[in-house]
């Protein structure tokens, strides 16, 4: 099967679901280049394997971890979540970045109902025969998550999302490469098309007064309003990642230190430091998550 890497979403779109997503939904608004609470529901409640999937496919071949839970009293596995590894050992998904298979199976763990077996690594065909149950459509291969046209741009579209999220799109193979930078500004076209200036000798007079459309003018405002407002969030998922790899170098960071055996003062003082500045950068964190959600709660009543 051969497949196009460079399709793409450049405009927002709703996505409907023969079944709920495990916190509830049937339908999404998914938004170019934004990770949200929209983009989370479907690729971290509902269809994270496809997310991982994709991801591989467009890397090159990276391998999948996939942990699957047998529920108290059942007969079978069930999937309960899916992240890609990264050649250093890392793990993604639609939520953030994992230091290791490990810290990804230690994360979701406790949300899990049921005894978790974990499965890595594996490629995406592998994963997607864990995940099948019996009475479901089969697909097989790397590149079975592709079998619907309408769904696979936007699944190219959040694999490289998610990886420029974790400064990684470096890593996409040559095919799968977009002007993923310019999304926004070819959006804000279609949202505000460009106007030429009328040529006043050409205009007839005329003493007739204009009258604008108040709801159309009000409506392209707002719908500006959105675009600033999302393109505003999607820097801070950027922030928000670059926070959260800070945090993990300065636990290497601090783990190093602790292996130094000699406990002299400028070390202890240096290891403090460190210590301090993780508490730091988690209260910036808070602080951009907690602006963020401003942010969204104000383009939810637009």
């Not at 592709?146 to 990684?168: D, E």
Request: charged share 20%.
């Amino acid at each position: 099967m051969s497949m196009r890497l460079d399709q793409d979403l450049t405009n927002p779109t709703t996505i409907r679901m023969g079944t709920r997503t495990a916190d509830g939904r049937t339908e999404v608004r998914l938004t170019p280049c934004l990770i949200d609470a929209e983009a989370q529901s479907l690729y971290g409640y509902h269809s994270c394997h496809y997310l991982a999937s994709a991801i591989s496919g467009m890397t090159g071949g990276w391998p999948l971890v996939t942990l699957m839970a047998r529920p108290p009293g059942g007969q079978r596995d069930l999937h309960a979540h899916t992240g890609t590894i990264t050649p250093d050992g890392r793990v993604l998904d639609i939520w953030g970045e994992y230091s290791s298979i490990e810290a990804f199976r230690a994360r979701w763990e406790p949300q899990i109902n049921g005894q978790v077996t974990t499965h890595a690594p594996i490629t995406p065909g592998q994963a997607v025969e864990l995940v099948t149950q019996p009475g479901e459509t089969k697909r097989h291969g790397d590149l079975w998550w592709a079998h619907n046209p309408g769904m696979t741009p936007i699944h190219q579209h959040f694999a490289r999302t998610v990886l420029r999220r974790h400064g990684l799109n470096h890593h996409l193979r040559p095919e799968a490469r977009t002007g993923i930078d310019h999304i926004w500004v070819e959006t804000r076209k279609n949202i505000v098309p460009e106007q030429s200036t009328p040529d006043a000798t050409a205009a007839p007079k005329s003493t007739a007064t204009t009258t604008f459309s108040g709801g159309s003018v009000m409506s392209t405002l707002a719908e500006q309003a959105r675009h600033a407002l999302s393109l505003a969030n999607e820097k801070a998922t950027y922030v928000q990642g670059a926070l959260q790899q800070a945090r993990l170098d300065l636990d290497d960071i601090i783990a190093q230190l602790s292996q130094v055996t000699d406990t002299a003062e400028t070390v202890m003082q240096a290891t403090a430091i460190y210590m301090q500045a993780k508490d730091n950068l988690e209260a910036l964190q808070g602080l951009v998550s907690t602006a963020a959600a401003a942010t969204d709660l104000h383009a939810g009543v637009l």
